[in-house]
């Protein structure tokens, strides 16, 4: 099965940009969508962004107009550029198929945004 980890985290302050990269152990094929989530302290796990096979590209609201997803041709790797980040980014970041598969849950990649 696939295994997905995720990179790219750290410290930064509001205002400030972070591109999170998710590393899949091999070519994701077909039809897919995959996604970006995240999980605050003391919260549930919330869709970030997803991407299609096809490059259709969608957003959770707090997201629109900072965060952008994208993949690579090769389909092994998908990133996601946050800009404008607000303290209420701060979180720990995961990729997955959407609707997510449990084993393929990663360890993710702590965003922690601060002044």
């Known amino acids: 099965q696939v295994q997905l980890v995720e990179s790219g985290g750290g410290v930064v302050q509001p205002g400030g940009s972070l591109r999170l990269s998710c590393a899949a152990s091999?070519?994701?094929?077909?039809?897919?969508?995959m996604g970006w989530f995240r999980q605050a302290t003391g919260k549930e796990r919330e869709l970030v962004a997803v991407?299609?096979?096809?490059?259709?590209?969608s957003y959770a609201e707090f997201a629109k107009g900072r965060f952008t997803i994208s993949k690579d041709y090769a389909r092994t790797t998908f990133f996601l550029q946050m800009n404008s980040l607000k303290p209420e980014d701060t979180a720990v970041y995961y990729c997955?198929?959407?609707?997510?598969?449990?084993?393929?849950w990663g360890q993710g990649t702590q965003v922690t945004v601060s002044s």
């Open positions: 997955n198929r959407n609707p997510p598969r449990p084993e393929m």
């Open positions: 091999e070519r994701i094929s077909g039809i897919f969508v």
């Open positions: 991407i299609t096979n096809a490059g259709e590209t």
